[in-house]
T-cell receptor, first 111, second 118 residues
Framework: GQQVMQIPQYQHVQEGEDFTTYCNSS?????IQWYKQRPGGHPVFLIQ?????EVKKQKRLTFQFGEAKKNSSLHITATQTTDVGTYFC???????????FGGGTRVLVKP | DTGVSQDPRHKITKRGQNVTFRCDPI?????LYWYRQTLGQGPEFLTY????????KSRLLSDRFSAERPKGSFSTLEIQRTEQGDSAMYLC????????????????FGPGTRLTVT
């Protein structure tokens, strides 16, 4: 079955620094979604990428979908303490279908 | 509150007992999903409904698990003869079919039901 892998598993970042988390799927995806889960909270949708090579930005967050639609990345610039949480990518094989989540990247920010 | 709600928020049960969880999706959403999340892991798909029809069920889901969505609104997830390995957070999510909104196919998650089997 489909597998989604994320690296790194943990990211310790100094406040103000940049970092990138990567996501790889074992199968070609219809789309990929990113969610953020704060400690003790539930996943909250951030963005969906559908087109090959697509790049979307949300303020300090930049999301990219690979040309082969099998990988994605999230880049955060000038990390803030509000960025603390776990970032999950979730692959969708067929539009409107189930999400297959990666293991997440747990982000800790050092002030 | 117009978000996804789940009840109960916490459940402690003894091994071998049956438990039932309820999920109320966002009212106009026709798709409903159940996921299970253990500590330090991403949510794992269990099953999903489109209206009242159960369209997919994970092969990881044993026969002890059953879900229903009888009127296409709220859903229940029942676990029979619970085992310690069933301890997890059970998350419900809902979404609106993409072509009906023409936008993003995001899923809205509820707060979850944390199950502890002793």
């Amino acid at each position: 079955g489909q597998q989604v892998m994320q690296i790194p598993q943990y990211q310790h970042v100094q406040e103000g620094e940049d970092f990138t988390t990567y996501c790889n799927s074992s199968t070609t995806l219809s789309n990929i979604q990113w969610y953020k889960q704060r400690p003790g909270g539930h996943p909250v949708f951030l963005i969906q990428l559908v087109k090959s090579g697509e790049v979307k930005k949300q303020k300090r967050l930049t999301f990219q979908f690979g040309e082969a639609k099998k990988n994605s990345s999230l880049h955060i610039t000038a990390t803030q303490t509000t960025d603390v949480g776990t970032y999950f990518c979730a692959g969708v094989e067929a539009a409107g279908n189930k999400l297959t989540f990666g293991g997440g990247t747990r982000v800790l920010v050092k002030p | 509150d117009t978000g996804v709600s789940q009840d109960p928020r916490h459940k402690i049960t003894k091994r071998g007992q049956n438990v039932t969880f309820r999920c109320d999706p966002i009212s106009e959403h026709n798709r409903l999903y159940w996921y299970r999340q253990t500590l330090g892991q991403g949510p794992e798909f269990l099953t999903y409904f489109q209206n009242e029809a159960q369209l997919e069920k994970s092969r990881l889901l044993s026969d002890r698990f059953s879900a229903e969505r009888p009127k296409g609104s709220f859903s229940t997830l029942e676990i029979q003869r619970t085992e310690q390995g069933d301890s997890a957070m059970y998350l419900c999510a809902s979404s609106l079919e993409l072509h009906l909104v023409g936008g993003e196919d995001e899923q809205y998650f509820g707060p979850g039901t944390r199950l502890t089997v002793t």
